[in-house]
Every structure is written in structure tokens, then in C-alpha cells.
């Protein structure tokens, strides 16, 4: 129970493991400024008042796409670069060096430095883009990746980001998603990879989560709010416009609809566990939303 309640990936009131792993760089990102007097620039986030609200087109319930894989990938990105690089923290399923993405030779070399931002975000979006998957499918892959870490108490580093990456997507989006995409339609999207590897990987990716695919709404809530913490932590700027009449009618009218949704889902998630538990050894089912 006390590593359940410790565990941010099951428990709302835990800490985001990416989140803590961020402050140091943050904190010695201000310090610097501070102490070479850098300027912080003209302020560009506007703020609301008694005649104007401003807000941007992202809420908890449908994500912008675009700058909810920045941070997602920004939360990647501070995992590997604050990873502890313990040989014994790794396994081989995810090591590309064993299982290789690409045809082509990988240099060593590639293996030794941290990948930056831009390449993380790049290899992220160019899947997301090719299987048309959606702005929650990226948040619900962040919790999966720090569930597996925290599972199976690995380290995510240059070996095997890629893969523990593209497992997480594998899964989220099968969960997640209304309409999944298979393991033979990432085949399509990256060329070299073989459908055996990819159903070997998944199956070590929901052995090592115990088969907890569960994510709580109130997990998911806290993960967005830390990502979007993040995001101002680094100055990714979330895009403001004023809070017009039609504009209020719209963000009330999709809050309707994925309330209907998240309902749907629930009554779906319980038809599921009651078939589920007429199964001999199967002691209980889990649900992907809560």
C-alpha cells in the first residue's frame, strides 16, 4: 500500500517523477540568469481582468495536440538527462542496440550522448502524426512510461528511450484511443521494425506494468496540470486569446460531450469487468478509466 500511495502513475496525491527530475535543471536555469543578470524579456503571457479572460485552447478534457507533445516529450527528455545510468537498471527488450529500429548502422557514438528536446519531440510526432493519435493518447503514454520505470525499476537513457517510448505509445493508444492502431500499422510507419518485435515488446511492456493499464481520471488530471507546470518552467508558451461569448459556448458545449464521453466509458470499462471475472484465475479486471 505505501508503494502504491508513493507511485504517481496510480496515486493522484504522488509527485510526477518528470516534474521533480525538472526543478534542478529549472533552478539552475534561474539561478544563472540571476546571477549574470539576464533579463527574463518582455512578458509575453497575458493575464486576465475584471473586462477580459484570457485563456488558450487547451483544458484537461481535450488537450491542444501540438503543445501537449512538447511537454510530453520535455518530460522525456528530463528522464533520460537525469537518469541514474545503472547497467543493472536495464533490459535488454528495450535496448536498440540488441533490437535495432532501423536497418542502418547506428554509430556507438549515438549511444553516449542524451538526445535533445527537438529529436525526442520529432520522433514523438512523427508517429503521432502517421497514426493519427490524440492529445490524451500523449499523456496517458507519459504515465505508462513512468509506470514501467517505476515497475520495473529501470532507467530510461540513449539505449533505450526509443523503445520504451514507442511501447508506451503502442499501449496508450490502444487503450486510450476509440479507434486503436495495430502493431502491424506501426510496421508501416517505421519500416525496419518487424511485427514479431513489436508484439514481443508489448507483451514485456504489460508483463513489467503487472497488467495495470488502469489510469484514473483524477491521475490523468494531475498529469496535465504537471505538464502544463512544466511547460511554464520552461517557457513554453501555451497560445492566450481573449474569452469571447461564442467562444464560452463552444468550451461549454465540448465539456458536455466528454462528459457523455468519460460516462461511456465507465459503463464500457465495467461491462468489461464483470465478463471478465466469469474467466477461471482471472481474480479481477482493470478498467481503463476510473
Known amino acids: 500500500d505505501l508503494a502504491f500511495e508513493s507511485n504517481p502513475s496510480d496515486h493522484p496525491r504522488a509527485s510526477t517523477i518528470f516534474l521533480s527530475k525538472s526543478q534542478t535543471d529549472v533552478r539552475e536555469k534561474r539561478k544563472s540568469n540571476h546571477l549574470n543578470h539576464v533579463s527574463p524579456g518582455q512578458l509575453t503571457k497575458k493575464y486576465s481582468s475584471c473586462s477580459t479572460i484570457f485563456l488558450d485552447d487547451s483544458t484537461v478534457s481535450q488537450p491542444n495536440l501540438r503543445t501537449t507533445i512538447k511537454c510530453v516529450t520535455l518530460a522525456i527528455y528530463y528522464h533520460i538527462k537525469n537518469s541514474v545510468r545503472d547497467a543493472n537498471r536495464s533490459l535488454d527488450i528495450f535496448d536498440e542496440r540488441s533490437h535495432p529500429l532501423t536497418r542502418e ?17 520529432r520522433f514523438v510526432r512523427t508517429l503521432f502524426s502517421a497514426a493519427q493519435l490524440t492529445a490524451e493518447c500523449a499523456i496517458v503514454t507519459l504515465v505508462y512510461l513512468e509506470r514501467l520505470l517505476t515497475y520495473a525499476e529501470i532507467d530510461i537513457c540513449p539505449t533505450n528511450w526509443k523503445r520504451i517510448v514507442l511501447g508506451a505509445i503502442l ?13 502491424v500499422d506501426y510496421c508501416q ?102
Open 105 to 121: 548502422k547506428v554509430p556507438e557514438e549515438y549511444f553516449k550522448h542524451d538526445p535533445e528536446h527537438k529529436f525526442i519531440y
Open 189 to 290: 510507419i517505421l519500416k525496419d521494425i518487424t511485427v514479431e518485435d513489436m508484439n514481443e515488446m508489448e507483451r514485456h511492456f504489460l508483463e513489467l506494468l503487472q497488467f495495470n493499464i488502469n489510469v484514473p481520471a483524477s491521475v490523468y488530471a494531475k498529469y496535465y496540470f504537471d505538464l502544463r507546470s512544466l511547460a511554464d518552467d520552461n517557457n513554453l508558451n501555451f497560445l492566450f486569446a481573449p474569452l469571447s461569448k461564442e467562444r464560452a459556448q463552444n468550451l461549454e458545449a465540448i465539456s458536455r460531450l466528454c462528459e457523455d464521453k468519460y460516462k461511456d466509458l465507465c459503463r464500457a470499462a465495467m461491462r468489461r469487468s464483470f465478463s471478465a471475472d466469469n474467466f477461471i484465475g482471472i481474480q479481477r479486471s482493470n478498467a481503463i478509466l476510473s
Open 171 to 183: 499501449l496508450a493508444s490502444k487503450v486510450w484511443d476509440d479507434q486503436a492502431v495495430w502493431n
